[in-house]
């Protein structure tokens, strides 16, 4: 890439094998259940989650609202993190579209909801109350700095909701993230959650689509959900191609992108000006922000940065966030930190 863009790894091209793969896919319509490439993208990821199966969606948002929809009815509450992309980057999906009821819990700076809250959050028998049917939780976790959760945080959590008949959904989205920084297989990390979706299309550089894992059971009933929001596609395994690469490919080399992340943060908490906003990057982002002394915004910085081809999330008045993947190499970390150093 000629543009240096650290905006997110929602940006990564699909590599060369994932175009070749995509242009000689055997394809079917998967609405009949017919296309191998799907079936075979739907098995692979399963496998990797530990779970019995998997559906192939359009979106990380879509996985987390056909999840939460076939675990929840109208009126049952979903208890979630109040910094959690399923509250607050989801356009609101499970209340729009299932009348599911969101309980926000406090997410704590390493992403996690103390267990004692959403024991507290758990509904009782009582009718003047929404039934308390699921817990989400995600990892890694986006606004909390890209922080792994741990696999023991996630077991305790789900054996806390599964004690009072609660199910757990995993927000995956970056879980091979999570399994880098921590040198665990995936399926550790998925094991405690009924269900689990995770995105093919960021660090793992497809062009599309997400997976939902879960129970064969599970599975059958999403995939009518999924068939109700539109979702049901037909020769799709010509995204689903890119998805096996992505799995097969990429999911493993993810540790070379928090190392780069951590190489762009040393280089840039030296610079006078600069703070890192949640410490040293464990995965893939580093949250930056201006000390009180910086007279221009953030904005200001990221147009100086632009011109000279660089661009960065800019998620706040004096707040940055900058995302590693695939197609930022060594040169372009080097190059970030020197041109912040020239807009400072
Ligand atoms: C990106 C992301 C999603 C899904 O996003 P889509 O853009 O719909 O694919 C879900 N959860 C988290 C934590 C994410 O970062």
């Known amino acids: ?18 175009r070749q793969a995509m242009a000689s896919a055997p394809v079917g319509d998967d609405v009949y259940g017919e296309d191998p490439t799907i079936n075979r993208l739907e098995k692979l990821a399963a496998a990797k ?10 979106s990380g948002t879509m996985g987390n609202l056909t999840a939460i929809l076939t675990h929840c009815g109208r009126g049952d509450e979903v208890i979630m993190g109040n910094l959690g992309h399923t509250f607050l980057f989801e356009a609101g999906g499970v209340a729009a579209l ?3 009821h969101p309980y ?11 267990l004692e809250g959403i024991a507290g959050a758990i509904r009782g028998e009582d009718i003047h109350a929404p039934v308390s049917r699921l817990l989400v939780l995600e990892n890694t976790h986006n606004r909390c700095g890209g922080t792994p959760i741990s696999a023991a945080y996630t077991q305790a959590a789900g054996d806390l909701a599964h004690l009072r008949g609660l199910s757990l959904h995993l927000d995956g989205a970056r879980i091979f993230n999570a399994a880098g920084a921590y040198q665990v297989p995936a399926s550790e ?6 269900s689990v979706t995770f995105c093919l299309s960021k660090g793992l550089c497809a062009p599309v689509g997400s997976v939902l894992c879960g129970s064969g059971d599970f599975i059958r009933r999403a995939r009518r959900i999924r068939k109700q929001l539109g979702g049901g596609m037909r020769q799709a395994g010509i995204l689903a191609a890119a998805g096996i690469i992505a799995l097969e490919e990429m999911s493993d080399r993810l540790p070379e992108d ?25 995965t893939n982002m580093v949250f930056l922000s201006l000390d009180e002394g910086v007279t221009l915004t953030a904005a200001q910085i990221a147009d100086r940065l632009a011109e000279k081809k660089i661009k960065v999330g ?14 930022i190499d060594d040169a372009a970390v080097e190059q970030t930190i020197k041109a912040f150093s020239a807009a400072l």
């Not at 190489?263 to 610079?271: D, F, N, Q």
């Not at 008045?317 to 695939?326: E, G, N, P, S």
């Open 1 to 18: 890439m000629e543009i240096i863009d650290l905006r997110s790894d929602t940006v990564t091209q699909p590599t060369p094998a994932m």
């Open 49 to 58: 989650m530990g779970k019995e199966a998997g559906l192939f969606v359009a």
């Open 98 to 100: 299932g009348g599911v």
């Open 104 to 114: 926000t819990l406090p997410n704590l700076p390493d992403g996690t909801l103390e």
């Open 189 to 194: 990390l998925a094991k405690p959650a009924d």
């Open 258 to 282: 928090h190392a780069r992340a951590r190489a762009l943060a040393e280089g840039l908490c030296k610079i006078q000006g600069l703070e890192l906003t949640m410490g040293m990057p464990a």
């Open 314 to 327: 800019v998620v706040g008045a004096k707040r940055f966030r900058l995302v590693t993947h695939y197609w």
